[in-house]
């Protein structure tokens, strides 16, 4: 078991360089990499309806779990308003994909997309004013350099 893992990890060049990414990204940066991997999974199914409906199934039960994983991930606590906000609309989003799965209906993974592409274009502004904010308070940019 430990030398396949050993395979999985360290065999395949593109393995190890995602294995990488997810390991070394921020916080905010997993977030991105997340509704990355959610939009592609609705960007496929939607290549698919019409062909292959177990492949429509399964890329949108994956857009389904990453969606969860987003919920479960929130820091209620820590995060007031923001947080409560997202889990609203994390929730109008897996109750979608999930009618989008059971009726078939590609109207309701569109819909899905676009939010999806929404928070993720959001989020990605986000680590960027980050970024500044962490080189600004270093001393390494001022604010005619932005």
Request: charged share 30%; hydrophobic share 40%; proline share 2%.
């Amino acid at each position: 078991m430990e030398d396949r893992k050993f395979q999985l990890v360290h065999g395949d060049p593109y393995r190890r360089y995602r294995v990488n990414a997810i390991e070394t990204a921020s916080p905010l940066m997993l977030v991105v990499m997340l509704y990355s991997e959610a939009i592609k999974m609705c960007e496929q199914a939607l290549l698919d309806f019409g062909k292959n409906k177990e492949s429509v199934h399964n890329k949108l039960i994956r857009a389904q779990k990453i969606v969860t994983e987003l919920t479960v991930a929130l820091n209620m606590d820590a995060g007031g308003e923001l947080s409560q906000n997202l889990k609203s609309l994390y929730l109008y989003l897996h109750m979608r994909l999930v009618e989008a799965n059971v009726e078939n209906n590609r109207e309701k993974v569109e819909e899905a997309l676009r939010i999806l592409r929404e928070l993720r274009e959001a989020w990605e502004h986000v680590t960027v004013e980050q970024r500044r904010d962490i080189v600004r308070r270093a001393g390494h940019l001022k604010p005619a350099d932005e």
